[in-house]
């Protein structure tokens, strides 16, 4: 166990054991929420807590609290393993065969007449013993657990059902009539009142904790497949890395011991072993599990790359930057973790209900029982209609509700690509009209790209790209960076270029082939003496207008081209628009950049012109989206800078894009990790879905009670229908859970660019 003290910030989880219901975890957070300073969510279907607590809090004490309410705890280790859990389904399918096997023919004597010979009632004693006994105890065992401290929960209504049934049996059978030879009684399905000690329920007995038994079984293993998203998340991680020793040679040491500024070696087709930045080498990356994008991304020296992404070309060192808890793909595993471990008010309030439900039940019991017995109708009735609002009444699927929606709904949207942080998520994007959206990155690329190449006549368009491209070769600057790689695409391998020059706030000269190229703004050329065409006036004049950079190439004297630079919008951001809309939303366009090339972009993307707030300071973004919310708007915030943390933190729901800053992402509910903003609306999708899910369940738990539990008081329910239904309803609100594994995004998997140069690099247009 770990003996270090708790950070207020971070708090402290909990795995659970021994939990069998929601009262169970209702139980346990009140315990730990009596503590002085701490706040604790339990969850049933994850059996674990997270607890926040004072600083300097021992996780013993909490641990403690919880063993002192009957269940155990334990701090589990720090970094996520990989490793399956143990089988939780295992005792429970023993204990559920051998009910079954004893106790289909103890129900089939008690519902089939013919079948009832001579002594037929003490063979169904010997049969339904061990059931009671050994197959029930899990029930039996929790029901005493609780009362030692006071408590009722869903094993006591369980445990009460069954042995009532059993003893009453014992009661018939050893002191009254049932036990003589020949006895004989029919199945019926309602109750008709009678008299007298003739009747037996062995039949309930044994029945009922088979139909539980199996209603758990199949909670249990339906948990477990609920949860697979999130244990398939972890195994992406790598268990060895081959360290790189000072003198070269390759040392594989597990993942473990690897630190930060450790130099490690990925070959073709190894997974990256750790977040990191790459040192040597290049080669093609396939994050297509952590991001969605189908397209390999091509990395070289300086790029950043993800643990658990795959090599799929050359051999790379790279420098580890996040190990263990702190890489991507743990922060994932922890972001979904502590999702599922949340509630949605809507379960806030199922908790209540269920948290007093077990009392209550228990007194309609008694009282069932007493009405029945004062009105004639035989003790037998009224033992009988008492058993069955005991068994009919636990309302397991109350506590199952919102926790296994949750489970499968995050754990589906992490594989998409998709990080909801909470469930009160859930709700925001329900109620949420207006979505403001950054420009830059989140609609556009967020790197420069050359749009156009306007040459003068009798100019060849590759003579432009093949010299202007060759002198900004040499440059750093994120324009001459754009002009670059296109005329790398177009021309291949680019001239070399002698005597360059970077002219500061002007542009870069040098010579190629032979010719003397000046490239750079119009201002260059004027400096230098050269004259602009009208033509290449006009284009440079209009590209300007249009909010896009004018470059000017020239050489030998004579003004050549223009070519026009620009943020480029992102090939997928004018569906995604649309897809926005089409979910009710009305797009904002929010940038720093000035006002000509915001609504360039507003109009290429869809976004109405009335829509767009451009040349908004950074410190204005947390102000704008304040407007809207004055305005009576609801809004949700896309960006990915760190300017743009403290909208998305402002806004009703904050979207990040996984591409974009770690402050931005820690400010936002919802992380999109791939960077595409058709994502947000496919998290917008997954998120209402989940919502609608878990309020279907809640109806279905809520109704199945309040229907039944009359039925069973007015003695018109059998005690073993009444299992059986308890068990199905619980089954039934997983199941519904379990079909948004089957949620896929509204579209194709759009293919990122796959121009090397593109990749590693900044964007330099405004926010």
Same mark, same amino acid.
């Given at each position: 166990? /770990?003996? =270090? /003290?708790?950070? $207020?910030?971070?708090?402290?989880?909990?795995?659970?054991?021994?939990?069998?219901?929601?009262?169970?975890?209702?139980?346990?957070?009140?315990?730990?929420?009596?503590?002085?300073?701490?706040? &604790?969510?339990?969850?049933?279907?994850? =059996?674990?807590?997270?607890?926040?607590?004072?600083?300097?809090?021992?996780?013993?004490?909490?641990?403690?609290?919880?063993?002192?309410?009957?269940?155990?705890?334990?701090?589990?280790?720090?970094?996520?393993?990989?490793?399956?859990?143990?089988?939780?389904?295992?005792?429970?399918?023993?204990? #559920?065969?051998?009910?079954?096997?004893?106790?289909?023919?103890?129900?089939?004597?008690?519902?089939?007449?013919?079948? !009832?010979?001579?002594?037929?009632?003490?063979?169904?004693?010997?049969?339904?013993?061990?059931?009671?006994?050994?197959?029930?105890?899990?029930?039996? @065992?929790?029901?005493?657990?609780?009362?030692?401290?006071?408590?009722?929960?869903?094993?006591?209504?369980?445990?009460?059902?069954?042995?009532?049934?059993?003893?009453?049996?014992?009661?018939?059978?050893?002191?009254?009539?049932?036990?003589?030879?020949?006895?004989?009684?029919?199945?019926? #399905?309602?109750?008709?009142?009678?008299?007298?000690?003739?009747?037996?329920?062995?039949?309930?007995? $044994?029945?009922?904790?088979?139909?539980?038994?199996?209603?758990?079984?199949?909670?249990? @293993?339906?948990?477990?497949?609920?949860?697979?998203?999130?244990?398939? #998340?972890?195994?992406?991680?790598?268990?060895?890395?081959?360290?790189? /020793?000072?003198?070269?040679?390759?040392?594989?040491?597990?993942?473990?011991?690897?630190?930060?500024?450790?130099?490690?070696?990925?070959?073709?087709?190894?997974?990256?072993?750790?977040?990191?930045?790459?040192?040597?080498?290049?080669?093609?990356?396939?994050?297509?599990?952590?991001?969605?994008?189908?397209?390999?991304?091509?990395?070289?020296?300086?790029?950043?790359?993800?643990?658990?992404?795959?090599?799929?070309?050359?051999?790379?060192?790279?420098?580890?930057?996040?190990?263990?808890?702190?890489?991507?793909?743990?922060?994932?595993? !922890?972001?979904?973790?502590?999702?599922?471990?949340?509630?949605?008010?809507?379960?806030?309030?199922?908790?209540?209900?269920?948290?007093?439900?077990?009392?209550?039940?228990?007194?309609?019991?008694?009282?069932?029982?007493?009405?029945?017995?004062?009105?004639?109708?035989?003790?037998?009735?009224?033992?009988?209609?008492?058993?069955?609002?005991?068994?009919?009444?636990?309302?397991? &699927?109350?506590?199952?509700?919102?926790?296994?929606?949750?489970?499968?709904?995050?754990?589906?949207?992490?594989?998409?690509?998709?990080?909801?942080?909470?469930?009160?998520?859930?709700? /925001?994007?329900?109620?949420?009209?207006?979505?403001?959206?950054?420009?830059?990155?989140?609609?556009?690329?967020?790197?420069?790209?050359?749009?156009?190449?306007?040459?003068?006549?009798?100019?060849?368009?590759?003579?432009?790209?093949?010299?202007?491209?060759?002198?900004?070769?040499?440059?750093?600057?994120?324009?001459?960076?754009?002009?670059?790689?296109?005329?790398?695409?177009?021309?291949?391998?680019?001239?070399?270029?002698?005597?360059?020059?970077?002219? !500061?706030?002007?542009?870069?000269?040098?010579?190629?082939?032979?010719?003397?190229?000046?490239?750079?703004?119009?201002?260059?050329?004027?400096?230098?003496?050269?004259?602009?065409?009208?033509?290449?006036?006009?284009?440079? @004049?209009?590209?300007?207008?249009?909010?896009?950079?004018?470059?000017?190439?020239?050489?030998?004297?004579?003004?050549?081209?223009?070519?026009?630079?620009?943020?480029?919008?992102?090939?997928?951001?004018?569906?995604?628009?649309?897809?926005?809309?089409?979910?009710?939303?009305?797009?904002?366009?929010?940038?720093?950049?000035?006002?000509?090339?915001?609504?360039?972009?507003?109009?290429?993307?869809?976004? +109405?012109?009335?829509?767009?707030?451009?040349?908004?300071?950074?410190?204005?973004?947390? +102000?704008?989206?304040?407007?809207? !919310?004055?305005?009576?708007?609801?809004?949700?915030?896309?960006?990915?800078?760190?300017?743009?943390?403290?909208?998305?933190?402002?806004?009703?729901?904050?979207?990040?894009?996984?591409?974009?800053?770690?402050?931005?992402?820690?400010?936002?509910?919802?992380?999109?990790?791939?960077?595409?903003?058709?994502?947000?609306?496919?998290?917008?999708?997954?998120?209402?879905?989940?919502?609608?899910?878990?309020?279907?369940?809640?109806?279905?738990?809520?109704?199945?009670?309040?229907?039944?539990?009359?039925?069973?008081?007015?003695?018109?329910?059998?005690?073993?229908?009444?299992?059986?239904?308890?068990?199905?309803?619980?089954?039934?609100?997983?199941?519904?859970?379990?079909?948004?594994?089957?949620?896929?995004?509204?579209?194709?998997? @759009?293919?990122?660019?796959?121009?090397? &140069?593109?990749?590693?690099?900044?964007?330099?247009?405004?926010?």
């Amino acid at each position: 166990m /770990s003996t =270090e /003290s708790i950070s $207020a910030s971070t708090g402290v989880e909990l795995v659970i054991g021994g939990m069998t219901c929601a009262s169970c975890a209702n139980r346990i957070e009140r315990k730990l929420n009596r503590m002085d300073g701490v706040t &604790a969510t339990v969850n049933y279907a994850t =059996e674990k807590a997270w607890v926040r607590a004072p600083a300097g809090t021992a996780p013993a004490d909490l641990v403690a609290t919880v063993e002192a309410a009957g269940y155990t705890a334990w701090v589990p280790e720090s970094t996520p393993s990989p490793a399956e859990p143990p089988d939780p389904t295992r005792a429970l399918r023993d204990r #559920l065969l051998v009910a079954i096997a004893l106790g289909a023919p103890v129900i089939a004597l008690a519902m089939v007449e013919p079948l !009832q010979f001579r002594y037929w009632q003490w063979i169904s004693l010997a049969l339904a013993a061990p059931v009671v006994v050994w197959a029930a105890w899990p029930f039996h @065992r929790a029901a005493w657990s609780n009362l030692r401290h006071g408590e009722a929960t869903m094993d006591t209504l369980i445990s009460m059902g069954v042995l009532s049934a059993f003893g009453w049996s014992l009661y018939a059978l050893l002191l009254g009539s049932a036990g003589e030879p020949g006895m004989t009684h029919p199945f019926e #399905l309602t109750i008709a009142p009678s008299t007298g000690s003739a009747n037996i329920y062995l039949e309930v007995a $044994a029945g009922v904790t088979a139909f539980i038994l199996a209603g758990r079984w199949f909670e249990a @293993r339906s948990k477990r497949r609920a949860g697979a998203a999130l244990r398939a #998340l972890l195994e992406l991680g790598a268990a060895e890395v081959r360290v790189l /020793s000072a003198d070269g040679t390759e040392n594989r040491v597990p993942i473990e011991r690897l630190h930060v500024g450790d130099r490690f070696v990925v070959r073709p087709g190894e997974r990256i072993a750790t977040d990191g930045v790459v040192d040597e080498g290049s080669s093609a990356v396939d994050a297509s599990m952590l991001t969605g994008e189908s397209v390999p991304v091509e990395v070289g020296p300086g790029d950043a790359v993800v643990g658990a992404t795959v090599n799929a070309g050359g051999r790379l060192v790279v420098t580890a930057t996040r190990v263990g808890a702190d890489t991507q793909l743990s922060r994932m595993a !922890q972001l979904v973790e502590r999702a599922q471990n949340g509630k949605a008010a809507v379960q806030r309030l199922a908790d209540r209900i269920s948290g007093v439900f077990v009392p209550v039940v228990i007194a309609l019991a008694v009282a069932t029982l007493g009405f029945w017995l004062g009105s004639g109708a035989g003790a037998d009735a009224a033992f009988t209609a008492a058993v069955a609002v005991l068994i009919i009444a636990c309302p397991c &699927a109350l506590g199952l509700a919102t926790p296994t929606a949750l489970l499968v709904g995050t754990g589906r949207g992490a594989q998409l690509g998709i990080l909801i942080k909470g469930p009160e998520v859930l709700e /925001s994007t329900r109620r949420v009209d207006t979505v403001v959206l950054d420009k830059t990155g989140t609609v556009t690329t967020g790197t420069m790209s050359l749009l156009a190449v306007h040459p003068a006549a009798g100019v060849a368009e590759d003579d432009v790209l093949r010299l202007a491209g060759a002198v900004e070769d040499a440059s750093e600057h994120p324009v001459g960076r754009a002009v670059a790689r296109a005329a790398g695409r177009r021309a291949g391998r680019l001239p070399a270029v002698g005597g360059f020059a970077a002219l !500061q706030g002007m542009g870069v000269r040098g010579t190629v082939e032979g010719h003397d190229v000046l490239v750079g703004r119009p201002a260059l050329l004027e400096s230098s003496g050269i004259t602009l065409p009208d033509e290449l006036a006009d284009a440079a @004049r209009t590209a300007v207008e249009a909010g896009r950079t004018a470059v000017v190439a020239a050489w030998d004297g004579a003004a050549r081209a223009v070519l026009v630079v620009a943020d480029e919008v992102k090939p997928t951001s004018a569906e995604a628009i649309a897809a926005l809309r089409g979910l009710g939303l009305r797009p904002v366009l929010l940038t720093g950049d000035n006002r000509a090339a915001a609504a360039a972009v507003a109009a290429a993307v869809g976004i +109405d012109a009335d829509a767009v707030h451009a040349e908004v300071l950074p410190a204005d973004k947390l +102000d704008a989206v304040k407007r809207l !919310q004055d305005d009576g708007r609801v809004v949700a915030m896309i960006g990915d800078g760190v300017n743009d943390a403290a909208a998305l933190a402002q806004a009703d729901l904050g979207l990040a894009m996984g591409t974009g800053t770690d402050v931005a992402i820690e400010a936002a509910d919802l992380t999109l990790v791939r960077g595409d903003l058709l994502a947000a609306a496919d998290a917008i999708r997954l998120s209402r879905r989940t919502l609608a899910t878990i309020k279907g369940n809640l109806f279905w738990a809520f109704g199945y009670n309040v229907a039944a539990l009359p039925l069973a008081a007015a003695g018109l329910l059998n005690p073993m229908l009444a299992g059986a239904a308890m068990a199905l309803s619980s089954v039934f609100v997983v199941a519904n859970s379990l079909r948004l594994r089957g949620f896929g995004s509204a579209f194709p998997t @759009r293919a990122p660019s796959t121009d090397p &140069a593109t990749r590693g690099h900044g964007g330099a247009g405004a926010k």
